[in-house]
């Protein structure tokens, strides 16, 4: 057997707030909206991955979701255009990623990242 994908469900009693963070600030895709349910995501190929953590590194809180990007620049002018308030960073981390965290429209602290090259 073969987990073919995981999906995040986070709880929200306005749907369409999603919108405005996941599509319009990093750019994810409508896949489907039935009106209590929303689905964003990206037509890349994406690795299937479920972390287990005590903290959140450099001393963080545990993230709710990790979120690679490949412009973390862009992702932080976003953010910073849309009002979102940056929790932590951006930081280069000794780990080899450049990051920062903001929280979703639902209260789910998200980290955006950039690995290193």
């Not at 039935?34 to 964003?40: D, E, R, V």
């Not at 963080?60 to 849309?82: C, G, H, K, Q």
């Amino acid at each position: 057997m073969k987990v073919k994908r995981i999906v995040a469900d986070i709880a929200a009693a306005d749907v369409a707030a999603a919108a405005r963070f996941y599509r319009d600030v990093l750019g994810l895709e409508p896949l489907m909206d039935f009106g209590w349910i929303a689905t964003y995501g990206s037509s890349e190929t994406m690795q299937v991955q479920i972390s287990f953590a005590s903290e959140g590194g450099s001393g963080t809180p545990v993230p709710d979701l990790s979120i690679e990007v490949d412009d973390l620049d862009e992702a932080l002018r976003r953010a910073t255009a849309a009002r979102i308030a940056i929790e932590y960073g951006p930081a280069i981390e000794p780990w080899g990623v450049r990051r920062f965290f903001v929280r979703d429209p639902f209260g789910r602290l998200v980290n955006i990242l950039q690995h290193r090259s």
